[in-house]
């Protein structure tokens, strides 16, 4: 029921920006964690911004903070990241996940396999 579809990646230069987009369906936006993860090959997943609906919190990545920044359009159920300064070590395969349960932003491994909707990703890839 739950789906949540992420698009927006591609190839960009160091320094460049995209914009990743969630559209998100089979759930309200009432009590919620919502928030991008990415893998690089070889590494854990990790948390990278999550918006927690309790007390309307959004937070980052100390890596990407500065430089990320997350949104949302509650009228049309999505969410953005957008990331700018990108470097190499943001390549990644870049998440969309929602916590409904327990809605935590869990940002860190091994909690943060246990959000519990993912989206199929997108690949983001920063070339030097």
């Known amino acids: 029921e739950v789906q949540l579809q992420a698009s927006g990646g591609g190839l960009v230069q160091a320094g460049g920006s995209l914009r990743l987009s969630c559209v998100a369906s089979?759930?309200?936006?009432?009590?919620?964690?919502i928030g991008w993860f990415r893998q690089a090959p070889g590494k854990e997943r990790e948390g990278v911004s999550c918006?927690?609906?309790?007390?309307?919190?959004?937070i980052y990545a100390d890596s990407v903070k500065g430089r990320f920044t997350m949104s949302s359009d509650i009228a049309k159920n999505t969410v953005f990241l957008q990331m700018n300064s990108l470097n190499p070590e943001d390549t990644a395969v870049y998440f969309c996940?929602?916590?409904?349960?327990?809605?935590?932003?869990?940002?860190?491994?091994?909690?943060?396999?246990?959000?519990?909707?993912w989206g199929q990703g997108t690949q983001v890839t920063v070339s030097s």
């Open positions: 996940a929602v916590d409904l349960i327990t809605p935590f932003c869990r940002m860190r491994a091994p909690d943060v396999y246990k959000m519990d909707h």
């Open positions: 089979g759930f309200t936006f009432d009590d919620y964690a």
């Open positions: 918006i927690r609906s309790f007390r309307n919190r959004t």
